[in-house]
């Protein structure tokens, strides 16, 4: 299985930055990798998700235009860039790997989970 292990999180204002890495170990060969968020009270969200071999990358709708996800696969490693960060954004930001499912925000697309990195944004 993969090994996920999430770093970067924390408290800004809001309009600051944060940047999430998440470090992959073991098996990597995931067709898909993401960044999922939840929030006290809330059900956990697809925030983007990335074709681990090319073929692009995808977001939703609330990141489009301020978060960008990318990775460097010499280090194993997934990048969420976040911008202009909103209080609404305030959630535990965990990254996910996976073969694919009906969904590629979907979390049954993914099957291994790090424990997450917590974000908190004020206003």
């Known amino acids: 299985p993969v090994r996920l292990v999430e770093s970067g999180g924390g408290s800004v204002q809001a309009g600051g930055s944060l940047r999430l890495s998440c470090a992959a170990s073991g098996y990597t060969d995931s067709s898909l990798m993401a960044w999922f968020r939840q929030a006290p009270g809330k059900e956990r969200e697809g925030v983007a998700a990335i074709y681990t071999g090319g073929g692009g990358t995808y977001y939703a709708d609330s990141a489009k235009g301020r978060f960008t996800s990318a990775q460097d696969n010499a280090k194993n490693t997934l990048y969420l860039q976040m911008n202009s960060l909103k209080p609404e954004d305030t959630a535990m930001y965990s990254c996910?790997?996976?073969?694919?499912?009906?969904?590629?925000?979907?979390?049954?697309?993914?099957?291994?989970w790090g424990r997450g990195t917590q974000v908190t944004v004020s206003s």
């Open positions: 996910a790997a996976g073969p694919g499912g009906s969904w590629i925000l979907g979390a049954d697309a993914y099957n291994s």
